[in-house]
């Protein structure tokens, strides 16, 4: 896999290096950096710190902050936003926006992995005004109207 250096800054002292979990994992990890245990009760939203600020090495990059699968699937932990997008001039602290949608009040743990950070090749659009577009099978067809199987 094609590896890029992104530099990172430790903000605060508690703070975990992004980490990926296997050789062919597509995020790493972000963890949590509280002064205590955290608890989100159903339908509450918090801001986490990570206590990491990134330089992405170039304008044809974003970071993308997902929630953690297990954390959604088993808690209903997962980003309001759904995707966090970093943009390649942000230099400040990532922060992971996390809503409880789950049923039970869950804690969060100081050290605790939270989100899963990707970077990601981007490109900015030329955006030209036109009067027409050309013809698809699709047309203007959306939300679901492709079919269901």
Request: aromatic share 6%.
């Amino acid at each position: 896999m094609e590896q890029k250096t992104v530099r990172y800054r430790v903000l605060d002292p508690r703070a975990k290096a992004p980490v990926y979990a296997t050789p062919g994992a597509a995020a790493a990890d972000l963890c949590a950096v509280l002064d205590a245990p955290l608890t989100l009760s159903p339908g509450e939203r918090t801001m986490i710190p990570t206590g990491l600020a990134i330089e992405l090495p170039d304008a044809g990059c974003v970071a993308l902050l997902y929630a953690r699968s297990g954390l959604a699937v088993k808690h209903g932990l997962t980003l309001p936003n759904c995707v966090g997008v970093i943009d390649s001039d942000y230099r400040g602290e990532i922060k992971v926006a996390l809503i409880n949608l789950g049923q039970e009040p869950y804690t969060i743990e100081p050290g605790e992995r939270v989100a899963q950070l990707c970077i990601a090749p981007v490109w900015q659009a030329a955006f030209v005004p036109a009067l027409d577009l050309s013809d698809t099978v699709r047309g203007a067809g959306g939300f679901g109207s492709t079919g269901k199987v």
